[in-house]
């Protein structure tokens, strides 16, 4: 964190002059989540909300009323929702208190909830999820749980936009690492802490798939590493919820 502070330290100052009444979160929040760069954090935030709202009107049949950042962290995305879904309800959960609390304080039109705190679970079904670096950060015995809730919490035909780390990552790993990832589909490695900046989760392409419920199928994928422009380098995975089939009526 010291780094980018210090690497960043002329350009965020620049930004805070020319954007003097934009909200910000605290530094070790904007940290824990990605950069410690304000306009990074203003631009791709916009850029990424952007790119969703197009994935979702490309697949989805109606326009969303209900949309969820699963893993908002400090609202990155999450702030620049409505200016793309205007009639849609927004809500973005995050295991984050800290952060939880900031974005109720300064980011408004949208409903913030801890995870912790979610009992009994989201009713509404949503038409789109947004899931960035969540799965990444999630240790391998709770992908498989993790998955089966967002299935849940979409609606039929809902669309879901999820990222894992994939080859673009893989010089991060260790040989014997990378071994077992190639073997196994999934590896986590870090920190022990669900869902902090320390904790790495690692997926092969077929090991996503095989983690998927059947309810969910693969409609676009985007390799990070050949398509790195799009999350950075992070894989994009583009799914949807089956519609459930009813059974004719017994004659």
């Not at 969820?68 to 990155?76: F, K």
């Not at 939880?100 to 989201?122: C, E, G, M, R, T």
Request: proline share 8%; glycine share 8%.
């Amino acid at each position: 964190m010291q780094w980018q502070a210090f690497h960043y330290q002329s350009s965020n100052q620049s930004f805070l002059s020319s954007h003097p009444s934009f909200p910000l979160p605290p530094d070790e929040l904007l940290f824990e989540t990605g950069q410690l760069n304000y306009q990074w954090y203003l631009e791709s935030g916009r850029t990424a909300a952007a790119e969703f709202a197009s994935y979702f009107h490309q697949f989805h049949p109606s326009p969303a009323k209900k949309v969820l950042d699963w893993g908002c962290g400090v609202g990155r995305v999450t702030r620049h929702l409505p200016e793309f879904f205007p009639e849609a309800d927004i809500t973005g959960i995050d295991i984050n208190q800290s952060s939880i609390q900031w974005l109720h304080q300064h980011i408004p039109n949208s409903k913030f909830l801890l995870a912790s705190d979610i009992h009994p679970p989201l009713s509404s079904p949503f038409d789109l999820i947004i899931g960035i670096s969540v799965l990444t950060h999630i240790p391998a015995d709770q992908q498989s749980s993790s998955l089966l809730q967002l299935q849940k919490w979409l609606s039929p035909h809902g669309i879901a936009c999820i990222s894992t780390r994939g080859r673009h990552y893989h010089p991060e790993l260790s040989s014997q690492q990378l071994r077992e990832l190639n073997y196994t589909g999934l590896l986590t490695c870090g920190a022990s802490l669900p869902g902090s900046r320390g904790m790495r989760t690692y997926h092969t392409p077929i090991g996503l798939q095989q983690l998927l419920p059947p309810d969910l199928e693969v409609l676009l994928y985007y390799d990070g590493k050949q398509f790195p422009g799009i999350l950075g380098g992070q894989d994009l995975w583009i799914l949807q919820k089956k519609a459930q089939q009813v059974s004719p009526t017994a004659q």
